[in-house]
């Protein structure tokens, strides 16, 4: 069979993607990802590993980089890389939403005169806003959204809830729910035909261990 190679992105989504690999039985137990490592071909690995950004991830699978890669559902909304979803990995789970000012509700939000949203998801958002047939301002920032509404520079935002702690902490409320997001596991669109058991291999040893805590 192929040796296939992996994209896992760096962040929050690395250390759940390692522990759902160790579950794995042909995952070496002594194995570390924590170097400033960014390739691993090492022979005791099922797989070659890639160590990505988490917003390439599926632009590394797309241009055949890797043969399969781990990305969260909100890079693969906002993106729209050609890669072929393969399994929902239920890990990284939270939700894309609308949040603002405590206060504030959906009607008094949504009949503001002029609307201004910030967010790191511009495409999302883009994408919203046309479906609700609203016109607004989209304030594309790099992270730590939540401080956009709370000195008023927008009047709300779209980005990732999880616990829910970032908006407790500001004051601020989900306004309303856009979709589920979790990570999921892709594939390149010739790999997929080409290393076809390889990575139906592969997928099968992941779906016996996703969700076993
Ligand atoms: N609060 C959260 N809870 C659960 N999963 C999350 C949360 N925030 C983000 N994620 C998921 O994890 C992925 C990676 O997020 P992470 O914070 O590691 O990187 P990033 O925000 O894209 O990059 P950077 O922090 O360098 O700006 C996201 O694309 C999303 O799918
Ligand atoms: O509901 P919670 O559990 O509080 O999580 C939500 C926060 O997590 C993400 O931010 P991240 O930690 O990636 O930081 P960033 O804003 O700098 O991107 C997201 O953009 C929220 O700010």
């Known amino acids: ?18 522990v759902l690999l160790s579950k794995i039985p042909s995952w070496p137990s002594d194995f570390n990802l ?6 691993f071909e090492d022979l005791s690995l099922p797989w070659n590993i890639i160590l990505s950004h988490p917003k390439d991830s599926s632009t ?3 241009f055949g980089a890797a043969d399969i890669g781990i990305v ?3 890079i693969l909304q906002e993106r729209g890389n050609e ?3 393969l399994c929902d990995l ?18 008094e939000l949504f009949g503001k005169d002029s609307l201004r949203i910030a967010t790191k998801y511009p495409n ?6 046309q479906e609700k047939g609203l016109n607004a301002d989209i304030l594309y920032l790099y992270g730590s959204i939540e401080l956009a509404p709370i000195i008023r520079l927008t009047d709300a935002i779209i980005d990732l809830v999880s616990t829910g702690k970032t908006l407790r902490d500001n004051k601020l409320k989900i306004i309303e729910e856009l979709f589920p997001v979790s990570a999921r596991l892709v594939a390149n669109r010739i790999s997929i035909k080409t290393k076809m058991e390889s990575i139906f291999s592969f997928v099968q040893q992941l779906k016996g261990v996703i969700g076993n805590e």
């Open 1 to 18: 069979m192929d040796k296939l190679t992996l994209c896992i992105p760096t962040g929050r989504l690395k250390d759940e993607t390692i």
């Open 34 to 39: 924590n170097s400033r490592k960014l390739i």
């Open 60 to 62: 590394y699978v797309e």
């Open 72 to 74: 969260g559902k909100d």
């Open 83 to 85: 890669v072929y979803e």
């Open 90 to 107: 239920q890990i990284g789970i939270c939700q894309m939403v609308v949040a603002g000012p405590e206060n504030l509700s959906a009607a």
């Open 124 to 129: 999302i958002t883009r994408h919203y806003l």
